[in-house]
Every structure is written in structure tokens, then in C-alpha cells.
């Protein structure tokens, strides 16, 4: 299906994508006349005046020309060089979370070298990456450094291929892909996960309860540490007191994982949140029901976001200097280095606050 129209993107914009992909795979050949704005009509049920528009900024793209009586043809690519490198940043949410931290670390380090950057907020949607990447492609970004979504890896990986077919190098940071042949930059979520649960078990605490999203792959890693943990201090893993799920980050959802995991019936003496953000939805719940952490019960988070408004215990990604790594790694790309995928892994810390009591 060429056009989705329950999709929040304007139909032009679906029709103006699909022509461009049909050039990028061959389908459509430098030379080769594309369909008429009325054979186009009958495949896509648009209006010619919605046709005319799409195609009209394939034109300005330089990607199709306009032949008087003749109709529409592909253009050859042509290749433009410049000293002046533009990297595109698709972050998931600019406002909160690590993404701040992040995007300040790939600016400090492009305005080193006098780069520029564009910097785009997926939302953590699919849908928001996938244009985004067009519209960098359109800018001829040099390179990209991309926190794959909340989504699937088969669509993300849509993403990755897009760009690939512009020859345009990417840099995964801090979430992965498996069997990707890309360069990333992360941080040991499994050993990470793994002292946190440690520290918590070292304080007596053994009915300890875990919340994430297993449908990203570094919280996934996390309850991977989290479970090794278990194992080498010879206790059992309780699948009750895993409650995961496998969408994109909700207050809503980890409220209601909060009041389950807050019931007395659990018995859990501490709550090891996936990410921080989790962790403030569970103070808020605390609160609103009279719990005392962590008198009543512990919690821990993981990112050190540095919250003003509770002391937690969690565990230090080095954020910034994923960033920094990151944007070295691009350029080195965009310069020709044509050796084996990177692979950096950064170390992670345990900060202690006042969120977890021994018991």
C-alpha cells in the first residue's frame, strides 16, 4: 500500500517517499519516465493538484525533471562536495530523560571541529525517525547518530537501510540492534544491572521487584544483569516480581505497576526501576499512598538523571560522553576510515543516595 491515510503524514509527503524509494532501489532508473500525475491518480487514489506537489519537490530536490509534452524523468545523482560536514542527531525526547545530556556531548564535541548539527525528536516514534530521516537525506547530512526508537528492530532497521542507500554512515548510541553491522556506542547494562542488584541484595533485600520495557534492548540487557545477579548469590528468581511490558515508556502504565508491586500480598522489600523516570512515577505513587521510601520500601533507578526532588540511589550512565564518542566516531566515518564496525562500551558507576535501607 502506497498511501495510508490513518497515518498522521500528509499524503503528499507518503506518495513524495515512496517515488523516492522507487529511485533509491532502481525501480525507477536515471532516464526512465516515471508515471503520469493521472496514472498516478488511479494507482494511489489521490488528486492530481496532491500528485503534482509531491512530485514537484522531487524536482526541487533534484531527484526528477520535468520534460515539456514529454512528462517526468530521473534525474542522474549528482555529487556534491563540501568541507563544511552537517551531522543529523535523531534523539528520542529532547525535553526529559537522557537526551539532553546526550545531544550537549555530540554539541560539544562537533564545535570543536566546527561542525553543525541537526537535531531531530523521534518521540520515540517510529513513524517521527522515519521522517526525519528524509528530511536529513534532503539536507545531505554528512552523517547520522541515531537512538533507535521505542519499536521494533525490523523498523528500525528500515531506518538504518535508508541511509545506507544514500551512503550515508550511521552510529547506533546507546540502544543496539542485534546482527547490525553499524558502529555504536553504549554503556554495560548487564554488569551495570547486575552491581545494582548485587548492592540491593548485599543490604538483605531479596524480594526485589523489577519493572521495564522489553522492547528495548538496553532494559532488556538490565534484566538480564538483574537475573545473573540472582543466580550468583544462589537465590531464586520469583517471576512475580518481574512486571514488564513491551511498549514505549508510559506514566500511566508504571502507575498501575507501582500500585500492584506497592500491595502487601507481593511482599517486596525493594523496587529496582528500569530507568529513572520509572523510578519518579514510583515515588509519586509512594507518596499519594502514604509509603515512606526507604523506610517502608527501597528503590532504585538507573541514568542518574539528577532529579532536584528526590535522593535516589541509581546507577551513573556516562551520557555525555556517549555523546562525545559518538560524534568522533561519525566523523572518522564521513572521513573515509573504512575499518571493521566499532564497538564502544562504556563504564557505568553506583551512586549511592538515600533511596535504599538495609535490612
Known sequence: MIIDRNSPIPNYFQLQNWLREQIEQGVFKPGDRIPTEEELSQITGLARATIRQAIQNLVNMGLLIRKRRLGTFVLEKVTVTSSHTIIGLLLPDIRRGYAPVLARGVQDEAAKSKHSLILCDTDDLFVRADFHADRMIENSVGGVIFVPTAASDDQNQKILDKFKRNNIPVVLVDRTLPASDLDYVTADNIKGAYEMTDYLIKRGHHRIAITLSTLIRTERDRLEGYKKAF?????????????????????????????????PDLNVSAVFAGHDRIALVFYAVAKKLGISIPDDISIVGYDDLHFTTISLTTMHQPIYEMGQESLELIMSRINGDLSEPQRIVLESYLVERSSVRSI
Open 231 to 263: 543466580q550468583d548469590n544462589g537465590l531464586p528468581i520469583d517471576e512475580n516480581l518481574i512486571l514488564t511490558h513491551s511498549g514505549p515508556f508510559s506514566e500511566g502504565r508504571y502507575i498501575q505497576i507501582a500500585e500492584k508491586i506497592f500491595k
